[in-house]
């Protein structure tokens, strides 16, 4: 069986040969190092520095370049070969790109930032420990209504996204089956308030009309993009990153979501589902309040789970009683147990995991989150030879 068989039966709540295996991304040199593999990122920096200076800082001359070198065939191809090769080294089986906003889709580049398709602006700096080069979300280059207004929206048909989705896809076909790789899209909600600002997009909430325009824009895109990805020849899975939650609660209230978010996560579903594709959900914190809303909307799965909201109801297991036969869950090792605790510890959770979530399908085995610099290499080495040992189906663990 190979990967996508392997999660595609997952999704449909039957037992394959195993159980499957997710990572969103995983940002850490020992890792890297141990499987013999470049990070992926590693030297966007001094690129971007190099060619900003033999331009003289004309940012417009550097993006223009920028964007051309990352459009190239060997570009293309490099960035994601590094990508498979530590999923396929490591024997996850599920790898996704968000092919809307973020890096691969950048507007404009300067000397130590980017600012993507939204709006939003990431600065590119060195992990302090570590070197390791990373991208933190500064703000939205839009301060009012008015402002977002007179800026240009993103494109669907923008050439850059096709290219990266064949792309991802040629790259998939080189590693044989051992790697499924599917398309993600940035959703409403994170797109709309990092275009602001939080504090600016919290006054907006407040002028229902404007803010519902702004939901609305980027909901038609969306759908627009997935109905790219189907005719481009996706037929399986499509990735939703829409961050509704932190660690106590969710960031707006549960009327505003039904409001202005859900209805769209509703649409892309429907179309996804029309076509054949399943519609995995990640999302952060604590969204136990609207997670009924969530499943009726059409989710078929959900990642991470974290499980270190200060919700008690809001863990793995007891979602696995409740909708356990309504969706798929992944997840859920917890970052900080992965670098803080040892690995007896890593160990036994992950076989908990195995034991209580799998049988009969419906369970990825992921971090509850992603994996992060600070992640002990031994422990994220002994919950994947956990998985190897014990994930076998039928499931038989004392």
């Known amino acids: 069986m190979d990967a996508k068989e392997r999660v595609l039966k997952t999704l449909n709540h039957e037992e394959p040969d195993r159980v499957p295996s997710f990572e969103m991304e995983i940002d850490n040199f020992d ?3 141990y499987f013999n593999e470049q990070y992926v990122y590693q030297g966007i920096i001094k690129s971007i520095k190099d060619t900003f200076d033999l331009y003289n800082g004309n940012t417009e001359e550097l993006t223009k370049t920028i964007l051309k070198a990352t459009e190239t ?40 930032s980017f600012t993507d398709e939204y709006g939003r602006i990431f600065d590119l700096k060195k992990n302090p420990e570590d070197g390791m080069e990373l991208f933190y979300y500064r703000g939205g280059n839009c301060k009012s209504f008015e402002d977002y ?7 669907p048909d923008n050439p850059r996204r096709k290219k990266y989705f064949i792309a991802m896809k040629k790259a998939e076909q080189e ?16 797109a709309t ?27 038609k895109f969306l759908v627009e993009v997935l109905k790219r990805y189907i005719e481009w020849g996706e037929e399986n899975i499509v990735f939703v990153f829409d961050d509704y939650g932190y660690k106590t609660g969710l960031l707006i209230s549960p009327r505003d979501y039904n409001k202005y978010v859900i209805p769209w996560l509703n649409e892309i579903c429907k179309v996804a589902h029309k076509a054949g594709l399943k519609v995995i959900l990640h999302s952060c914190g604590d969204i136990y309040k609207i997670l009924d809303d969530l499943v009726n909307a059409g ?8 499980p270190t909201t200060a919700n008690p109801e809001y863990n793995i297991f007891n979602l ?17 147990d992965l670098a803080e605790k040892d690995p007896e510890f890593i160990r036994e959770y992950t076989k908990k995991l195995i034991k209580e979530i799998a049988p009969g399908g419906g369970y990825i085995l992921s971090s ?30 004392d």
């Open 299 to 306: 989710i078929d799965g959900l990642h991470p789970i974290e």
């Open 73 to 112: 065939r060997g570009f293309l191809k490099n960035t994601f070969k590094r990508q498979f090769g530590l999923y396929d080294k490591i024997g996850i089986d599920l790898f996704t790109a968000p092919l809307t906003g973020y890096i691969m889709m950048p507007t404009s580049v300067d000397e130590t």
């Open 149 to 155: 207004e007179a800026k240009s929206q993103p494109d």
């Open 31 to 33: 890792i890297c190092n």
């Open 320 to 336: 696995k009683e409740k909708y356990g036969d309504k969706i798929t869950l992944i997840g859920n090792v917890s970052p900080q």
């Open 193 to 219: 308030w990092q275009t602001f600002g939080f504090t600016e997009f919290c006054k907006l909430l407040a002028r229902p009309k404007q803010i519902k325009k702004v939901f609305n824009d980027r909901g």
């Open 175 to 190: 590693f044989q089956g051992r790697v499924y790789a599917a398309p993600a899209l940035w959703s409403t909600f994170e």
């Open 368 to 397: 509850g989150h992603s994996i992060n610099h600070a992640v002990k290499l031994e422990n994220f080495l002994e919950m994947h030879e956990t998985l190897k040992k014990h994930g076998k189906y039928p499931i038989k663990i």
